[in-house]
C-alpha cells in the first residue's frame, strides 16, 4: 500500500470540513467529546487533579513533563482522534498515522545539498495564547468555544509535554509556518520534509538566501531554531535516524553494532530459552535493517535470508526440545508403572 493510500485512509477531510470549523456551541463541542458542557468546566476546575509532574531523560536532554492523567487523558485521547482525521500536507511525517522516518529519510534521495534544523523547545513553545488564536482564528470558533478548548488543551499556559493530544496539534496550530516554509522551499524547486520539530531540506544546490528566509518564517511565527546545518551528500547524511548516501538508505553504525552483539549472545546461550531470547531480539534488530536498507537490495536480501534461517533453527532447536521432554516423560511413567520397580 503507498504511503498517500495509507494516509488517505486515516485522514478524512480538510481543515475546512471539520466539526470543529462549523462554529459549534460548547455543548456542541462537548457532545463531541462525549462529555457534557459542565462536564468539560469540571475538568478545567478541578485540572490540577488529573496533571502528573515530573522530569525524565529523553533523548540526553532532561525533559519536564508535564501531562494528564486518568479522565483527563481520556480527553485529549477523543481530541487527538478528531484532528487526526484533519488532512494534512505531503512534506508533513510525524505525527501522522502512516508516516515513518525511513520515509522522511527516503524524500531527499539523490540530492547534492541538505540543510537541517530543529524548532528549540517547539512543545513549550507553542502557548495558549498560540493555541486560542488557532481555534479563534483558523477554525472560526466563538470566543467561549475556544477559550474552552484553549483550556483544555494546555497546563500551565502551553501545550502539554506527553499528552498525546500535543503533537498533532502542534503541527496544525503552526501549520501556517510549516506552510511558508514549504513555500519557500518550491520557490527554489528544493525537496523538505517535517519530522515533528526536525525540517530538513534538500536539493543540488541549496542557496544560503534560504536559511535567512526560513528563519524569519520561523521567528515571526514566535518559535526560535536551534544552529542549522549544512551537510553534503558525499558521505552519509543522517535525517532522522536514517542515513542518505546517493540514491540508497543505510542504518545507523550503533544498528549494525547491535547486531553483531546479538550474534554474539545467540553463539553463546546455551538453555532454549536463552536462544529463544536471542533470536527474538536479533530477528527485531534484523527486520529493522531490512526496513531501512529495503528488501529489493543486496544488504536487504542477505538479511531477509538470515532471519530465514534464525526462524527455521528456532523451530528445529524447539522441536528437539519438546521431543526429549516427551521421551522424558515417557519413560519417567514407565519406570513407575513397571512391576519389577515396585518395593514389595
Known amino acids: 500500500m503507498s504511503q498517500a493510500r495509507k494516509f488517505r485512509q486515516s485522514e478524512k477531510y480538510d481543515l475546512k470540513n471539520s466539526p470543529f470549523s462549523q462554529c459549534p456551541t460548547q455543548r456542541e463541542v462537548a457532545k463531541l467529546l462525549g462529555e457534557t458542557r459542565d462536564d468539560l468546566r469540571r475538568i478545567i476546575n478541578y485540572k490540577e487533579q488529573f496533571v502528573v509532574r515530573r522530569t525524565e531523560q529523553i533523548g540526553g536532554k532532561i525533559r519536564s513533563l508535564i501531562y494528564p492523567v486518568s479522565r483527563y487523558r481520556a480527553l485529549h485521547e477523543r481530541l487527538k482522534f478528531h484532528l487526526n482525521k484533519i488532512r494534512q500536507p505531503s512534506y508533513l511525517f510525524s505525527p501522522r498515522k502512516g508516516g515513518s522516518q525511513r520515509n522522511n529519510a527516503a524524500v531527499h534521495l539523490d540530492q547534492d545539498q541538505y540543510l537541517t534544523l530543529d524548532l528549540k523547545q517547539f512543545y513549550p513553545s507553542t502557548t495558549e495564547s498560540m493555541v486560542r488564536a488557532w481555534f479563534r482564528d483558523e477554525l472560526g470558533m466563538y470566543e467561549d468555544v475556544a477559550g474552552l478548548l484553549t483550556e ?9 509535554f506527553g499528552s498525546p493530544l500535543t503533537p498533532v496539534l502542534c503541527t496544525l496550530v503552526h501549520r501556517t509556518m510549516f506552510d511558508r516554509i514549504s513555500d519557500v522551499c518550491q520557490s527554489r524547486w528544493l525537496r523538505h520534509s517535517v519530522w515533528v520539530d526536525d525540517v530538513t531540506i534538500s536539493g543540488r544546490f541549496v542557496p544560503g538566501q534560504v536559511v535567512n528566509e526560513v528563519r524569519q518564517v520561523i ?11 549544512y551537510r553534503s551528500g558525499n558521505r552519509p547524511v543522517f535525517i532522522t535516524g536514517i542515513g542518505v548516501v546517493g540514491q540508497d538508505l543505510v542504518a545507523p553504525n550503533s544498528l549494525h553494532l547491535r547486531i553483531r552483539d546479538l550474534w554474539k549472545d545467540l553463539k553463546v546461550a546455551k538453555t532454549v530459552e536463552e536462544k529463544d531470547f536471542c533470536t527474538q531480539r536479533l530477528l527485531s534488530q534484523l527486520g529493522t535493517l531490512r526496513h531501512i536498507v529495503g528488501r529489493q537490495t543486496s544488504l536487504g536480501q542477505r538479511t531477509s535470508n538470515q532471519m530465514n534461517m534464525l526462524r527455521q533453527r528456532r523451530a528445529k532447536f524447539w522441536n528437539v526440545h519438546l521431543e526429549h521432554r516427551k521421551q522424558q516423560t515417557s519413560w519417567a511413567q514407565s519406570d513407575f508403572q513397571s512391576p519389577a520397580d515396585a518395593p514389595f
Not at 152 to 160: A, Y
Not at 219 to 229: F, N, P, T, V, Y
Request: hydrophobic fraction near 35%; charge should be positive.
Open 152 to 160: 483544555l488543551c494546555t497546563i500551565d499556559g502551553k501545550v502539554s
Open 219 to 229: 521567528m515571526s511565527a514566535g518559535l526560535r531554531s536551534h544552529e542549522i546545518k
